[in-house]
């Protein structure tokens, strides 16, 4: 097998398709898994900032000559918080929504690492088994050349020249190995799967289909024209959720202003219970019995009015505003580099595919045969496969290219069907 990956321990090598991909990695990252467990901690959040003050049990008990016609008491002390816990509820609701945001945000942006992942795999494999194909042409070439110079009709440089295009052809294949056992490195570490470790993952695609939609991934066609930046970039932010996660951290800081100015609502506390007298202790000789009530306040804003935390609360909530505002702003400069980039990646493939690939596949092929003939020098042939390997290589990676602008493209709008020839854009 010309693809094989070689780790330094055991392994086995399961062949996966993207969706099967997304899917694993959505039920199996441990960096999600950690963040969602962020929105359970928010909902225990919510519980707490609903919760009710727990009541004291109170017990005042007089000994010896001090207890002479002072009732004994027992009874139970509860706080009652005036103002502050409906606003704290909702402050710890807004929190909780504003983490549910951030695991979406978190799900999306790992589906596209792991497209964009698998694009550059499936990408490093053609370029590698596109390298292989030339060295098979070249030791077609260094055949043909070692026959003709063994009938006479050629000298033996062209049998060295054959042997060193071929030499220098195997540092190319080398570091394509190398690239892709990176890529493949890159697409589990983005899986980031913790059980069956011994597995690595590998893409069912070994060549890069050139067609206008990739595998499940929904690619424009490249041989369409893009509509204008101007007709997408409204509709391209509307359902941004780094935007939608900045604007409720506005209204988070504007909740916790309510909360931390209802702090200078003094708290209720309230007390009550049973009294008695034991007969020996009472001036009747009887035993005597009652109730006690009581309220009091606490907390009364004289001496400290909680101004500092109030002011900081209003600032707070000045500066998510701004960071609402730049993150705005910057999305649409983010938005605008990535289309311009799509752009320029449809521009150069097309060049690379209706130019380059067609003309130059068939010189290398009519080269080839005239050399055989005797009708042109090895020289040429060799310095045409080198140029048609560039121009393969290069069409390759515009192909990639292409596909992973798309998936950046996709990363500005947060959305995964976004579709640019919609009718309502």
Known sequence: MLLSYCPVYAAHVKKINLDDAIQLSLSNNLDLQAARIEVELAKNGVKIANRLQNPDFNIFYNYGRAGRSEPQQIGLTETVEIGKRAPRKKLAKSELYKKELDVKLAEFTLEMDVRETYVDLVGAKTVLNDLLAQDMLLCELADIAQKRFEAGKATQTDVIQAQIALNRL??????????????????????????????????????????????????????????????????????????????????IARKNLTVVSRQRIPDVELFGGYAYLAHTKSDSGNYEAGAYAGAALNNIPVFYTYKPEIKNAKLQIEQAQINYESAKNKALKDLSTAYERLITSQTNLLFYKNKLVKDSAELIRISQKNYKEGKSDLTSVIMMQQSFREIVTGYNNALTDYYTDWIDFLREVNQEDFNLFDENL
């Open 170 to 251: 195997a540092t190319s294949v080398n570091s394509a190995r190398t690239a892709v056992n990176a890529a493949r490195n890159d697409f589990n570490k983005a899986l980031n799967i913790k059980e069956e470790s011994d597995i690595i993952y590998d893409t069912k695609e070994d060549f890069l289909p050139g067609e206008t939609v990739f595998i499940s991934l929904k690619t424009p066609d490249f041989n369409k024209k893009l509509p204008p930046f101007e007709l997408v970039a409204q509709k391209a932010l509307e359902k941004r959720l780094d935007i939608r996660a900045a604007k409720q951290e506005v209204d």
